[in-house]
Protein backbone atom coordinates (compact mmCIF):
# COMPACT_ATOMS: atom_id res chain seq x y z
CA UNK A 1 0.00 0.00 0.00
CA UNK A 2 1.56 3.07 -1.10
CA UNK A 3 2.13 6.12 1.08
CA UNK A 4 -0.39 9.08 0.12
CA UNK A 5 1.38 12.58 0.38
CA UNK A 6 -0.68 14.57 2.78
CA UNK A 7 -0.60 18.73 1.80
CA UNK A 8 0.56 20.21 5.10
CA UNK A 9 -2.05 22.00 7.46
CA UNK A 10 -1.05 25.98 7.84
CA UNK A 11 -2.66 25.32 11.36
CA UNK A 12 -0.31 22.29 11.83
CA UNK A 13 -1.08 18.84 13.17
CA UNK A 14 -4.39 18.38 14.61
CA UNK A 15 -6.45 15.05 16.31
CA UNK A 16 -9.30 14.19 13.93
CA UNK A 17 -12.21 12.66 15.60
CA UNK A 18 -15.05 12.07 13.18
CA UNK A 19 -18.62 12.10 14.35
CA UNK A 20 -19.29 8.69 13.56
CA UNK A 21 -16.41 7.42 16.25
CA UNK A 22 -17.48 10.04 19.09
CA UNK A 23 -21.28 9.37 18.71
CA UNK A 24 -20.58 5.75 18.87
CA UNK A 25 -22.33 3.53 22.05
CA UNK A 26 -18.59 2.14 22.39
CA UNK A 27 -17.20 5.66 22.71
CA UNK A 28 -20.38 6.24 24.82
CA UNK A 29 -19.33 3.94 27.43
CA UNK A 30 -15.80 4.73 28.19
CA UNK A 31 -15.17 6.86 31.42
CA UNK A 32 -13.46 10.17 30.92
CA UNK A 33 -9.92 8.89 31.70
CA UNK A 34 -10.31 6.29 29.34
CA UNK A 35 -10.47 8.88 26.28
CA UNK A 36 -8.54 11.19 27.75
CA UNK A 37 -5.92 8.38 27.30
CA UNK A 38 -7.57 8.29 23.75
CA UNK A 39 -6.68 11.68 22.81
CA UNK A 40 -3.15 11.47 24.63
CA UNK A 41 -2.51 8.29 22.15
CA UNK A 42 -4.06 9.95 19.21
CA UNK A 43 -1.68 13.11 19.75
CA UNK A 44 1.11 10.63 18.92
CA UNK A 45 -0.80 9.39 15.19
CA UNK A 46 1.27 11.24 12.12
CA UNK A 47 0.49 10.86 8.14
CA UNK A 48 1.56 7.29 8.58
CA UNK A 49 2.69 5.70 11.55
CA UNK A 50 -0.35 4.26 13.04
CA UNK A 51 0.94 0.87 14.05
CA UNK A 52 3.60 2.15 15.80
CA UNK A 53 1.98 3.93 18.29
CA UNK A 54 3.69 3.71 22.26
CA UNK A 55 1.68 3.81 25.38
CA UNK A 56 4.01 4.24 28.11
CA UNK A 57 4.26 5.60 31.03
CA UNK A 58 7.27 7.72 30.32
CA UNK A 59 5.69 9.16 26.93
CA UNK A 60 2.12 9.72 28.69
CA UNK A 61 3.16 10.90 31.58
CA UNK A 62 2.79 14.81 31.02
CA UNK A 63 -0.79 13.81 29.50
CA UNK A 64 -1.57 12.92 32.99
CA UNK A 65 -0.82 9.67 33.32
CA UNK A 66 1.44 8.79 36.17
CA UNK A 67 -0.32 5.27 37.20
CA UNK A 68 0.77 2.18 35.68
CA UNK A 69 -2.58 0.40 37.00
CA UNK A 70 -4.57 3.37 35.41
CA UNK A 71 -2.78 2.77 31.92
CA UNK A 72 -3.51 -0.86 32.37
CA UNK A 73 -6.85 -0.31 32.69
CA UNK A 74 -7.44 2.41 29.80
CA UNK A 75 -5.47 0.37 27.30
CA UNK A 76 -7.35 -2.94 28.50
CA UNK A 77 -10.93 -0.85 28.07
CA UNK A 78 -10.02 0.74 24.64
CA UNK A 79 -8.99 -2.27 23.14
CA UNK A 80 -12.21 -4.08 24.38
CA UNK A 81 -14.12 -1.51 22.89
CA UNK A 82 -12.50 -1.84 19.72
CA UNK A 83 -10.88 2.03 19.07
CA UNK A 84 -7.18 0.24 19.51
CA UNK A 85 -5.87 -2.87 18.54
CA UNK A 86 -2.15 -4.35 19.29
CA UNK A 87 -0.17 -4.77 16.89
CA UNK A 88 3.32 -5.95 18.65
CA UNK A 89 3.69 -7.76 22.54
CA UNK A 90 6.14 -5.75 24.46
CA UNK A 91 8.75 -7.67 26.24
CA UNK A 92 12.44 -9.08 25.69
CA UNK A 93 13.36 -9.44 21.80
CA UNK A 94 16.79 -8.65 19.97
CA UNK A 95 18.58 -8.37 23.72
CA UNK A 96 16.64 -5.80 24.57
CA UNK A 97 13.22 -4.87 26.30
CA UNK A 98 10.68 -3.21 23.88
CA UNK A 99 7.26 -1.75 24.25
CA UNK A 100 3.71 -2.89 23.32
CA UNK A 101 2.83 -1.05 19.99
CA UNK A 102 -0.95 -0.03 18.82
CA UNK A 103 -3.11 0.84 16.63
CA UNK A 104 -6.03 3.22 15.64
CA UNK A 105 -8.83 0.90 14.13
CA UNK A 106 -9.80 3.75 12.17
CA UNK A 107 -7.19 4.48 9.86
CA UNK A 108 -5.20 2.35 8.37
CA UNK A 109 -1.35 0.55 8.43
CA UNK A 110 1.08 1.01 6.26
CA UNK A 111 3.96 -1.51 6.13
CA UNK A 112 6.80 -1.38 9.06
CA UNK A 113 8.93 -3.74 8.01
CA UNK A 114 11.37 -2.87 10.70
CA UNK A 115 9.15 -3.08 13.06
CA UNK A 116 7.04 -6.60 12.13
CA UNK A 117 3.89 -4.50 11.15
CA UNK A 118 2.34 -5.26 8.19
CA UNK A 119 -0.31 -3.12 6.00
CA UNK A 120 -3.65 -3.74 6.61
CA UNK A 121 -6.91 -1.59 5.87
CA UNK A 122 -9.13 0.54 9.06
CA UNK A 123 -11.65 -2.64 10.35
CA UNK A 124 -13.28 0.03 12.62
CA UNK A 125 -14.02 -2.81 15.56
CA UNK A 126 -15.81 -0.36 17.64
CA UNK A 127 -18.88 -0.57 15.55
CA UNK A 128 -19.53 -4.20 16.33
CA UNK A 129 -21.14 -3.00 19.72
CA UNK A 130 -25.23 -1.88 19.40
CA UNK A 131 -26.01 -1.51 23.20
CA UNK A 132 -24.26 0.31 25.80
CA UNK A 133 -25.18 -2.14 28.21
CA UNK A 134 -23.03 -4.62 26.09
CA UNK A 135 -19.98 -2.58 25.83
CA UNK A 136 -19.93 -2.33 29.74
CA UNK A 137 -20.50 -5.88 29.81
CA UNK A 138 -17.95 -6.62 27.96
CA UNK A 139 -15.51 -4.22 29.97
CA UNK A 140 -16.76 -5.38 33.38
CA UNK A 141 -15.89 -9.02 32.40
CA UNK A 142 -12.34 -7.92 30.77
CA UNK A 143 -11.07 -5.62 33.83
CA UNK A 144 -12.48 -9.13 36.39
CA UNK A 145 -10.61 -11.05 33.99
CA UNK A 146 -7.35 -9.03 34.59
CA UNK A 147 -7.04 -8.92 37.96
CA UNK A 148 -5.01 -11.19 39.97
CA UNK A 149 -6.23 -14.30 41.86
CA UNK A 150 -6.69 -13.76 45.41
CA UNK A 151 -4.83 -16.04 47.29
CA UNK A 152 -6.91 -18.64 49.15
CA UNK A 153 -6.66 -18.83 52.75
CA UNK A 154 -4.20 -21.18 53.90
CA UNK A 155 -5.91 -24.30 55.35
CA UNK A 156 -5.49 -23.60 59.20
CA UNK A 157 -3.76 -26.20 61.11
CA UNK A 158 -5.64 -28.30 63.87
CA UNK A 159 -4.68 -26.70 66.63
CA UNK A 160 -3.73 -29.50 69.39
CA UNK A 161 -5.53 -29.80 72.72
CA UNK A 162 -2.66 -30.10 75.22
CA UNK A 163 -4.54 -29.62 78.11
CA UNK A 164 -6.10 -33.28 76.98
CA UNK A 165 -3.09 -34.65 75.87
CA UNK A 166 -1.56 -34.38 79.11
CA UNK A 167 -4.48 -35.57 80.92
CA UNK A 168 -4.25 -38.39 78.33
CA UNK A 169 -0.40 -38.98 79.08
CA UNK A 170 -0.90 -38.99 83.07
CA UNK A 171 -3.82 -41.22 82.33
CA UNK A 172 -1.43 -43.69 80.79
CA UNK A 173 1.23 -43.94 83.03
CA UNK A 174 -1.27 -44.10 85.94
CA UNK A 175 -3.07 -47.37 84.30
CA UNK A 176 0.61 -48.56 83.06
CA UNK A 177 1.76 -48.69 87.45
CA UNK A 178 -0.50 -51.09 88.55
CA UNK A 179 -0.20 -53.26 85.76
CA UNK A 180 3.82 -53.09 86.07
CA UNK A 181 3.81 -53.66 89.83
CA UNK A 182 1.62 -57.04 89.32
CA UNK A 183 3.79 -58.11 86.65
CA UNK A 184 6.74 -57.58 89.29
CA UNK A 185 4.76 -59.17 91.93
CA UNK A 186 4.15 -62.63 89.75
CA UNK A 187 7.86 -62.66 88.43
CA UNK A 188 8.76 -62.14 92.23
CA UNK A 189 6.58 -65.00 93.48
CA UNK A 190 8.05 -66.77 90.70
CA UNK A 191 11.76 -66.53 91.24
CA UNK A 192 10.46 -67.41 95.25
CA UNK A 193 9.18 -70.65 94.10
CA UNK A 194 11.83 -72.04 92.34
CA UNK A 195 13.76 -71.48 95.10
CA UNK A 196 11.69 -73.31 97.25
CA UNK A 197 11.82 -76.11 95.02
CA UNK A 198 15.74 -75.78 94.45
CA UNK A 199 16.14 -76.55 98.56
CA UNK A 200 14.23 -78.90 98.89
CA UNK A 201 15.15 -80.83 95.76
CA UNK A 202 18.72 -80.19 97.53
Known sequence: MARPKIPPDERGGHIRLY???VDSVAWRALSWADRGLYLAMRRKLLATNNGNIEATLGTLRHAGVTSSA???????????????DKTR?????YGKKVCSLYRFTDEVVF???R?????????????RFTKVAQVRKELSAAHAAAKRPTVQNAPQVQQ????????EWKASVSDSIPEEEAASAVHRLKLAKEAHTARRTA
Open 89 to 93: QGGVA
Open 115 to 127: LGIKAMRATNDWT
Open 19 to 21: WEL
Open 70 to 84: SLAKGLRALMTTGFI
Open 160 to 167: MNRTRSVH
Open 111 to 113: DQA
